[in-house]
């Protein structure tokens, strides 16, 4: 796409027989190419807040050439709109090649939620869906507010995050794989394990919620409790708000919505 907007830019330009007229047309198509990598970019990010809902984990299927969400349904013996609504699709025509798709499929199948998601070591397993556990939406209510309060941290900023994240479903992993309620990356548990000496599974409902508070607790600490900050931080990272600036103001406005909910 770059290299396409550069030949057009540079090398039409550059003609003496270039008009403004041809400019115009010009920006106007590298415009519509422009918007039309964001759609795509758009479309793919959907399938992060995939929900397979209760009892059911997500089998992830990467979308090839010549694929339709009709034909795909099919194969996986799901109904088109079922599996629209799962991967938040709102127009089922639109697919993209290289889109993670969530396919919902029984817990047992995969998982018993009875194995560990910790190695002796403290690595993390990735795609665990055997140490997964259930949980119900009043469940995880009533840990997130016992959690915030031991923490010291705000109730609705992490019932907030936890919804914006995975709707308060433990029994899920994204396509990215991010675990759980908080969604938390194996990479982090393991990084928060090793800064509190802890053994926290992130596969485990309390486990998991406790790692999002350790988080969330130390990006408080960090940005002096500035909440706007705080709430970019969990999702955009420390580092990148500190240096950056926050760049992910539709997220900071969901969670920010949903605490006054809260």
């Not at 007229?21 to 990010?45: P, R």
């Not at 290289?98 to 817990?107: D, M, N």
């Not at 018993?112 to 119900?136: D, H, I, K």
Request: proline share 4%; hydrophobic share 40%.
């Amino acid at each position: 796409m770059r290299g396409l907007i550069s030949f057009l830019r540079e090398g039409w330009s550059s003609s003496p027989r270039f008009s403004i007229y041809h400019q115009a047309m010009l920006l106007a198509l590298i415009t519509l190419l422009s918007l039309g990598t964001w759609a795509i970019t758009l479309a793919q990010a959907d399938a992060y807040g995939a929900n397979p809902g209760p009892g059911k984990v997500c089998e992830w299927y990467t979308v090839l050439a010549g694929n339709s969400l009709e034909r795909i349904s099919r194969a996986y013996h799901n109904s088109t709109r079922s599996l629209a609504h799962v991967n938040n699709i709102t127009n089922i025509n639109r697919i993209f090649i290289g889109q993670r798709l969530c396919i919902p499929i029984i817990a047992n199948r995969r998982s018993g939620g009875t194995a560990s998601g910790l190695l002796p070591n403290g690595s993390v397993r990735g795609f665990a869906y055997n140490a997964l556990e259930q949980s119900s939406p009043s469940q995880v209510a009533s840990l997130l507010r016992q959690t915030a309060a031991r923490h010291g941290l705000p109730a609705n900023l992490l019932m907030a995050i936890a919804w914006q994240e995975s709707g308060w479903n433990q029994h899920v992993i994204a396509h990215d794989g991010g675990i759980g309620t908080m969604q938390i990356m194996p990479s982090t548990a393991q990084g928060l394990n090793r800064q509190v000496r802890g053994h926290y599974d992130p596969y485990k409902l309390q486990d998991n919620i406790e790692l999002g508070a350790i988080y969330l607790h130390s990006l408080w600490q960090g940005f002096h409790g500035d909440q706007t900050k705080v709430i970019s931080a969990y999702n955009q990272g420390g580092w990148s708000v500190t240096h950056q600036g926050i760049s992910n103001w539709p997220y900071v406005r969901s969670v920010q919505a949903l605490m006054r909910r809260y």
